[in-house]
């Protein structure tokens, strides 16, 4: 019997017309003709090449100025012959001007073949460091590059940019902005020096430096300043020389970026410039002392990178205006933020020099120090703003005025690190809850799959191989290429339907220590199409070496993506090896059957077959390969680990682990120092910036603007709140009663839900949690109007049970339907009660200790176990349960679902 290994091209199906693939089978003598739809024969997949000749089309930017081409993922629904690139310019409406040709010197070192230009090109990093003006702020994480895998950039807390004074303190050797004006007869082997004595760096070419000093002396205007202020110094004395760097410009953005040397800096001689601007630098002659440069300021890449932009070309401006001016009005903002810049700044362009993106470990630098603006800039705005802006109930701030207290500084609250912040606590508390929300309104998930990106894709190593470069010098690429699968992979849950029908999918993005992206997802089926018996399970997952002789190309795939490690005994050094133990708990053990254990979890088939696999000099059994899905994985040839889920209480734990956050600590909000201490509130900016970690690809995938949550359906997060309590936003100058006679200061979410029932007989037939799958909250408006797209759940704030009035209300709002004001609530039939409690009482709702059920109960579907253990012991303390020990025995399963959990890693058991 003889097989021909055929590809199935089954993206190229679309809805309207369904492709029929002919698969022709050889049978001995016999030929037979079997069509194919789909993924409904099952042939060998080969892997499907992101390439020109299938279905993956070539996507051009249509501005003239960005005429960017690259392989990306389209969708087949679209009706659109050449679909549009858009992520580098907005379709046109950035423009920025183009740089010029670096120096022929410079462009021989970054694309040459010689000895000489692959020397600079492996220290690139050096060189720039020892020709730079500035110094990172940033602490450089060296501990993931001790592997033997490729070195990578990462960097720690805060980046900033530092200057020192012109010329160095006593005893002190000269180094970056001095090494310009200081002993310049030595200058050579000072540069060498002072890299050697900060990065370690060694063997640097006394030649390359010396050209480089020629050439940056010819070209760059930064260059030319610091100079002209050496030959004043040696001319006049050291004692009132400073150089004032210019902060901002005055020519059009779009068109200019190349200043000349009085745009730059000028020469301060004697007291204070008078002419200092708001961004300027004013360099002093011996200060002692380090300044940090705005990043607002033009030369503020250029100080940090004059190989990069070996002119001393300006960088971001703040004043860079859309090319549109249709784009302004409807936007609401008029010029380019720092992330569009960069965005635009890091794609290839035909008719530009690939500097910055030829730079290889200084691009992964450059990429860093980029994403590190853009975060530093929405934190400035987030601290700055907050510190004024402010919120209160207004009720409050209507009691204020009748006490003749109108000064807005006494009153309000202050947030610092919103839940708008992405990255932030806050944050990914939020999305975790929202997964919780979908996993309410789905049921449990049956799939999680970890999709984890291949530096070593055809896509890839196609597009990087012209250019001399790897996979880790260009980690926009490898972003790129991994979101375009990511996409398509998607489109197989949900369109293609290839483990059936779905009916809500989650993921969220994470990056290695080594920078690699990978996305956990949760995928949730119909009923029709779960698994209910274990044999089900090995349909779509399989844990076990294939047949080399019958099945040589899924072998060689298990081989190179599926196997885990090897570590144990014969590689100790595995990165999974804690304790002479590995983490992950392989090698797994041998079972004929797949079976599920009384605890809910999957024991994957594993036979004791006598396959075998060597790697890296290894030899590996079925106990160390990954569960995963054949299909998948010949598709898309990489490491996509496909696990059965856990059907139990535990599930919340793995959506923890799915929203724990991209390389972030979540700490916590408050600290005490001892027990009934008031807690104290901590600066949560500064607390965020010492628990992040940023790597080169993980810069590069927010710079292009990819989501790092995905959630489908959606999820609306719905406020309420008690009669007048509404939360009102003012500023620290508005006058309390000119904030209360404002017109908005009447309206909310819950508020406009309520005139929604007045306007709609179809809101009517809705509780306030199920207003977002017929409704859309328009949040500009401050409306809701009817929803033309399906696909969205409510989620309200958590309540918990000791807060009164406002748990009464939160019982109520998921009951009650057509309420047109908080009186409607409260009434029941034709009686209207005069509390919310009470009202719950007559509905049923209460009783018995029912409200602490209840919420211990809700809470148990996203809160921990601990949390629980907590909430219950205060209920406990104030009193209020009436009957405890029915509440414990109603709720234990609930507050010790952890035990298990906990003592199962504790343990290591599978």
């Known amino acids: 019997k003889i097989s021909l290994i055929v590809q199935l091209n089954a993206c190229t199906l679309t809805k309207q017309n369904r492709l029929i693939q002919i698969v022709t089978i050889l049978k001995g003598d016999k030929i037979a003709k079997i069509k194919s739809e789909h993924w409904k024969v099952d042939i060998a997949l080969q892997y499907v090449s992101f390439a020109v000749n299938n279905h993956f ?75 730079g003006f500035t110094s990172l702020g940033g602490k450089i994480n060296s501990d993931v590059n001790n592997g033997s895998g490729p070195p990578v950039f990462s960097l720690h807390g805060q980046n900033y940019h530092l200057m020192g004074s012109l010329l160095p303190s006593e005893g002190s050797t000269p180094k970056f902005a001095q090494l310009y004006i200081y002993d310049t007869d030595n200058e050579v082997t000072n540069r060498m020096n002072a890299v050697r004595n900060v990065d370690g760096a060694t063997g640097l070419h006394e030649e390359i430096v010396a050209g480089l000093t020629r050439m940056l002396d010819a070209h760059n205007e930064l260059v030319k300043s610091f100079r ?25 953005a779009r068109r200019y970026n190349l200043p000349t040397s009085s745009e730059v800096a000028v020469l301060v001689v004697g007291d204070f410039d008078q002419a200092m601007g708001e961004r300027d630098i004013l360099v002093e002659t011996k200060s002692g002392r380090l300044q940090r440069i705005n990043e607002l300021n033009a030369s503020y890449l250029a100080l940090q990178y004059p190989l990069l932009l070996p002119y001393g070309e300006d960088g971001y401006r703040e004043d860079i205006p859309f090319s549109d001016l249709k784009v302004e009005k409807e936007n609401g903002r008029k010029t380019v933020s720092v992330r569009e ?279 590996v059994h079925n106990g160390y390969v990954v569960p995963h899905n054949r299909k998948l994985l010949m598709k898309y040839g990489a490491h996509i680990n496909v696990e059965w889920c856990n059907q139990s209480r535990s599930i919340k734990y793995l959506f923890k682990y799915v929203n724990k956050g991209h390389d972030r600590v979540t700490a916590s909000f408050y600290q005490t120092k001892g027990y009934g201490e008031i807690e104290k509130p901590v600066d949560e ?8 970690y940023v790597s080169s690809c993980e810069a590069a995938w927010r710079l292009l603007g990819f989501e790092l949550q995905y959630k489908k359906p959606s999820v609306q997060r719905l406020s309420f709140h008690l009669k007048g309590e509404h939360n009102i936003v003012f500023e620290d100058d508005d006058r309390i009663d000119e904030v209360l006679n404002n017109p908005t200061v009447n309206e909310s979410q819950f508020l406009a839900w309520m005139e929604a029932n007045k306007m709609y007989d179809e809101a009517r037939e809705l509780t306030y949690v199920e207003a977002p799958t017929k409704f859309v909250w328009n949040r500009k408006e401050r409306v809701w109007t009817p929803r033309i797209r399906p696909g969205c759940i409510g989620r309200l704030s958590y309540v918990p049970p000791n807060a009164g009035d406002n748990y009464y209300l939160r019982c109520l709002v998921n009951v009650v339907r057509g309420a047109t004001c908080h009186e409607d ?48 012991a205060s209920l406990l303390v104030s009193g209020s349960l009436g009957k405890p020990d029915e509440v414990w025995e109603r709720c234990w399963q609930f507050l010790s679902d952890d035990i298990l959990y906990k003592q199962r890693r504790l343990f290591d058991n599978d």
């Not at 009434?827 to 009660?833: C, I, R």
């Open 57 to 131: 089309i070539r996507r051009t930017c249509r501005s003239i100025v960005t005429n960017i081409r690259f392989n990306s993922v389209i969708s087949n629904d679209k009706k659109t012959v050449v679909p549009e690139y858009s992520g580098c310019c907005m379709n046109g409406i950035i423009q920025l001007p183009i740089l010029l040709n670096p120096p022929h010197y410079l462009s021989e070192l970054f694309h040459g073949d010689s000895r000489i230009s692959k020397h600079f090109q492996d220290n690139i990093r050096s060189y720039n460091s020892m020709f």
């Open 228 to 252: 002209l202020a050496r030959e004043r110094i040696q001319e006049h004395g050291d004692s009132n020389v400073r150089v004032r760097l210019i902060g901002r410009r005055y020519s059009d």
């Open 341 to 619: 810049y960069f965005a635009y700044r890091i794609h290839d362009r035909k008719h530009e020099p690939s500097t910055i993106l030829s730079a290889r470990r200084l691009f992964q630098q450059f990429v860093v120090d980029a994403y590190t603006m853009v975060e530093s800039s929405r934190l400035r705005y987030i601290r700055f703003n907050q510190n004024r802006l402010r919120c209160d109930i207004y009720n409050r701030l209507a009691d204020a005025v009748l006490q003749g207290d109108i000064d807005p500084s006494s009153r309000g609250k202050r947030i610092i690190l919103p839940s708008s912040f992405t990255g932030g606590p806050r944050n990914m508390i939020q999305n975790y809850q929202d997964a919780m929300a979908i996993c309410g309104w789905a049921g449990y998930p049956d799939l999680f799959i970890t999709f984890t990106c291949n530096p070593k894709w055809p896509e890839i190593l196609r597009f990087l191989e012209p250019r001399k470069l790897r996979p880790e010098d260009r980690p926009d690429i490898v972003c790129r290429v991994f979101k375009s699968k990511l996409k398509e992979l998607i489109r197989d849950f949900r369109k293609r339907e290839i483990f059936g029908k779905v009916i809500a999918v989650v993921y969220t993005i994470e990056f290695q220590k080594r920078g690699l992206p990978h996305a956990h997802i949760l995928l949730f089926l119909s009923k029709e199409n779960k698994f209910p018996d274990p044999s089900d399970v090995d349909r779509v997952i399989s844990a076990e070496i294939p047949d080399e002789t019958t099945d040589p190309l899924y072998y060689e795939a298990v081989k190179e993506h599926m196997i885990h490690g090897p570590c144990g005994l014969a590689r100790k050094s595995s990165p999974c090896m804690v304790d002479g133990k590995c983490s992950k708990r392989f090698p797994k053990k041998f079972v004929d059957f797949t079976t599920v254990d009384d605890d809910g979890y999957p024991r994957y088939k594993r036979r004791d077959d006598g396959r075998h696999i060597e790697k890296n000099g290894v030899v």
């Open 685 to 692: 900016i500064n607390m965020f910036y010492d628990c992040r």
């Open 825 to 872: 609530y409260m009434k029941v039939g034709d009686v209207q009660y005069m509390s919310y409690r009470d009202a719950c009482y007559a509905r049923g709702l209460l009783g018995d200790d029912r409200e602490y059920i209840d919420g211990i109960t809700e809470a148990s579907q996203w809160a921990s176990a601990e949390s629980l253990r907590r909430m219950f």
